[in-house]
């Protein structure tokens, strides 16, 4: 199903959760909306859903209104949270639930259900767990419930709230591949919240950035990761080193000096420079435009990062570069730095 | 890649090998203080002080408690069934059962509609209304049953209405079910707001969307969800019914047979020193006192597993 979101605002008295948002999502497309908290994501989700609704805009499936139906008859699958299990069910009247409550010519009869339940059980692997309570799970045992539960009323789309933000990261990393390859078999349009970058980038076809209410980009996660179209962006996902510059006569300046990089169409003004720390390289500090003092190394996993001082900027600037195996730098040394890739935009 | 490899292995070897001994250091510690309970006082000020909690217990509750049983049995079987089955004592009875089934059953829908839309909903004049279903446990109990005299008294607000459709409340069994409802208001809300507030909205939420009517989620989520709450909350309403003296003492008129609940009527037969019959009466509410003890732990029992 495809779902167009056109044009919506939604506010909470005075702030603007949604401001203007415009998004196309195409069948069969898993899409993730990341962004920090507060930046509009689950408000949009909610929105989809028929949880919640815009001050105005307009929510289509396939073509048609959405915003006339309610929740219930939108026929979305929504996963929560928190889960949102009701607690004094067992597994199976949990999955059974949105079934059971059908009225009218679309009432299975009590065959059916078990045979529906039983199938979806088996899907999400926890056949075993049929008669368990909800606090009898563990929490990516939950995850797998919800899941069969919104999936029992055969949804076209897949509405994921926070889906894995309540599990360690171990269990995260395994359910995330599952639910790729669930996705990838059911007939489904999935939409997932998250504003862990990792999650995202790893599990969708296509991922929105959100910040403040408003879509910053969105693309394929390579294109956001390689690609940021605002510094939000290049913020936001992956790591970034931060640079105060300015553009002077289609010149970049560092704290006075010329850096000698290209500033990359920004018109004259502060800038900002923004790079990963793995694209910079160590150089010797006479021969660059940026250098600094290094203030300490640390070690985590397989790489080495140098906090640096940058010299001549004005105020302490403190980035991190990632140190070449084999080369021992004692705080204190004076190093160049010299950014290999690097996006530059007005600050 | 090869580079990597050996900064990892190198800082996994090390990491094995300082914190092997760091761990073995830290159970050994735990060995030698386990055991050691973390507790000062001394054993004979423990005592003391459980003595003492214990005698307050035993003479304030235990022992009025015991006196009622003995007074009630003092003259043996025979005279106190011959006290219950009285015919004031019977009537006394009945309209008591009469009067607790009226006000829990009309507090009960009363406390889950206010804590469904307390709990559930944002609307204006929320604070107020909580502090508003508080007020019959700061106001005395007296003041309530006289309010309704001013209002429903021959003399009261409503009087000429009340006698040109010759309907009676006060001296009557509305005027003493007002009395008891207004006193009993409190306890199902306070019970459930809490509960209600804590477990939120997503699970009706998602019986929405999973196509679910309104009727339906609160039937087969929201209801089933509260349930030993509620009913915890119907025990101590129905025990603090039967057992109201003050409002209803003021809006009753005491008739005999008539109007008296069984706390009127045992202040009756005390006044008139029939102290077996009174206490055979009080027993009655004793026992009750007893019975919604027991339920209680159960209740609390069950909504502690709940909980978890």
């Known amino acids: 199903m495809t779902i167009d979101v056109v044009g919506v605002t939604k506010r909470f008295k005075t702030f603007a959760a949604l401001d203007n948002v415009s998004l196309t999502i195409?069948?069969?497309?898993?899409?993730?909306?990341?962004?920090?908290?507060?930046?509009?994501?689950?408000?949009?989700?909610?929105?989809?859903?028929?949880?919640?609704?815009?001050?105005?805009?307009?929510?289509?499936?396939?073509?048609?209104?959405?915003?006339?139906?309610?929740?219930?008859?939108?026929?979305?699958?929504?996963?929560?949270?928190?889960?949102?299990?009701?607690?004094?069910?067992?597994?199976?009247e949990n999955v059974a639930f949105g079934l059971r409550v059908r009225r009218g010519a679309d009432k299975l009869p009590e065959a059916?259900?078990?045979?529906?339940?039983?199938?979806?059980?088996?899907?999400?692997?926890?056949?075993?767990?049929?008669?368990?309570?909800?606090?009898?799970?563990?929490?990516?045992?939950?995850?797998?419930?919800?899941?069969?539960?919104?999936?029992?009323?055969?949804?076209?789309?897949?509405?994921?709230?926070?889906?894995?933000?309540?599990?360690?990261?171990?269990?995260?990393?395994?359910?995330?591949?599952?639910?790729?390859?669930?996705?990838?078999?059911?007939?489904?349009?999935?939409?997932?919240?998250?504003?862990?970058q990792e999650e995202a980038l790893e599990l969708a076809d296509r991922v929105v950035v959100m910040g403040h209410g408003k879509i910053e980009q969105v693309g394929s996660p390579g294109e956001v990761y390689d690609n940021p179209a605002t510094a939000f962006v290049h913020d936001f996902i992956g790591e970034t080193i931060a640079l105060p510059g300015e553009v002077k006569g289609g010149a970049l300046y560092l704290g006075g000096r010329a850096l000698g990089l290209d500033p990359q169409g920004v018109a004259d003004g502060p800038a900002r420079i923004l790079a990963r720390p793995h694209d910079v390289d160590l150089a010797d500090p006479s021969a660059s435009a940026i250098s600094g003092k290094v203030?300490?190394?640390?070690?985590?996993?397989?790489?080495?990062?140098?906090?640096?001082?940058?010299?001549?900027?004005?105020?302490?600037?403190?980035?991190?570069?990632?140190?070449?195996?084999?080369?021992d730098l004692a705080p204190g040394t004076e190093v160049g730095l010299k950014p290999r890739r690097y996006k530059v935009f007005a600050a | 890649m090869n580079a990597l490899d050996q900064t990892s292995g190198h800082t996994v070897a090390h990491g094995a090998s300082e914190g092997l001994p760091s761990a073995l250091e830290?159970?050994?510690?735990?060995?030698?203080?386990?055991?050691?309970?973390?507790?000062?006082?001394?054993?004979?000020?423990?005592?003391?002080?459980?003595?003492?909690?214990?005698?307050?217990?035993?003479?304030?509750?235990?022992?009025?408690?015991?006196?009622?049983?003995?007074?009630?049995?003092?003259?043996?079987?025979?005279?106190?069934?011959?006290?219950?089955?009285?015919?004031?004592?019977?009537?006394?009875i009945q309209l008591t059962l009469i009067v607790a089934a009226i006000s829990v059953v009309a507090n009960l829908l009363f406390g889950l509609v206010a804590a469904w839309s307390i709990a559930k909903f944002e609307f204006p004049g929320k604070t107020f209304l909580i502090t508003l279903i508080d007020l019959p446990f700061s106001v005395s109990p007296v003041v309530a049953g006289l309010v309704y005299v001013?209002?429903?008294?021959?003399?009261?607000?409503?009087?000429?209405?009340?006698?040109?459709?010759?309907?009676?409340?006060?001296?009557?069994?509305?005027?003493?079910?007002?009395?008891?409802?207004?006193?009993?208001?409190?306890?199902?809300?306070?019970?459930?707001?809490?509960l209600m507030q804590e477990q939120g909205t997503a699970e009706e939420e998602a019986a929405i969307s999973l196509g679910a009517s309104g009727l339906s989620t609160f039937f087969r989520v929201t209801l089933p969800n509260v349930k030993w709450a509620l009913l915890y909350g119907v025990l101590l309403c129905n025990a603090r019914a039967m057992g109201e003296f003050g409002a209803v003492s003021v809006v009753s008129g005491h008739v005999r047979g008539l109007t008296n609940t069984m706390p009127l009527h045992i202040e009756i037969l005390y006044n008139e020193y029939q102290f077996v019959a009174s206490f055979a009466v009080a027993s009655l509410l004793a026992l009750l006192a007893l019975v919604t003890l027991i339920a209680k732990t159960i209740l609390e029992h069950r909504l502690a597993e709940e909980d978890r």
């Open chain 2, 26 to 92: 830290q159970s050994h510690t735990y060995a030698t203080h386990r055991g050691r309970p973390v507790r000062t006082e001394p054993r004979a000020v423990r005592i003391v002080l459980t003595v003492i909690a214990l005698a307050f217990v035993g003479l304030f509750i235990g022992l009025p408690l015991v006196t009622v049983f003995y007074e009630a049995f003092k003259r043996g079987w025979q005279a106190y069934v011959a006290a219950l089955v009285a015919p004031d004592a019977l009537a006394a």
């Open chain 2, 150 to 194: 001013l209002l429903f008294g021959s003399q009261g607000l409503f009087a000429a209405y009340l006698q040109a459709w010759d309907i009676k409340i006060i001296f009557a069994l509305p005027g003493i079910v007002l009395a008891t409802i207004f006193v009993t208001f409190p306890f199902v809300a306070r019970e459930l707001i809490p």
């Open chain 1, 112 to 196: 059916a259900i078990r045979a529906k339940v039983n199938e979806l059980l088996h899907l999400v692997q926890i056949d075993w767990l049929a008669e368990r309570y909800p606090a009898q799970l563990s929490g990516g045992q939950r995850q797998r419930v919800a899941l069969a539960r919104a999936l029992a009323i055969s949804p076209k789309v897949l509405l994921l709230d926070e889906p894995f933000g309540a599990l360690d990261a171990k269990v995260r990393k395994e359910l995330r591949r599952w639910l790729r390859h669930l996705h990838e078999e059911l007939p489904v349009t999935s939409v997932l919240v998250t504003h862990d």
């Open chain 1, 26 to 92: 195409r069948t069969g497309e898993l899409v993730a909306l990341l962004g920090p908290s507060g930046s509009g994501k689950t408000t949009l989700l909610r929105i989809i859903a028929g949880l919640e609704w815009p001050d105005s805009g307009e929510v289509r499936f396939d073509g048609e209104d959405a915003l006339s139906r309610s929740v219930r008859e939108r026929n979305v699958g929504f996963v929560f949270q928190h889960y949102a299990l009701f607690r004094h069910m067992n597994v199976f």
């Open chain 1, 295 to 327: 203030l300490s190394v640390r070690t985590f996993g397989p790489t080495r990062r140098a906090d640096v001082q940058l010299n001549g900027s004005s105020g302490p600037v403190v980035v991190e570069a990632a140190v070449p195996h084999g080369q």
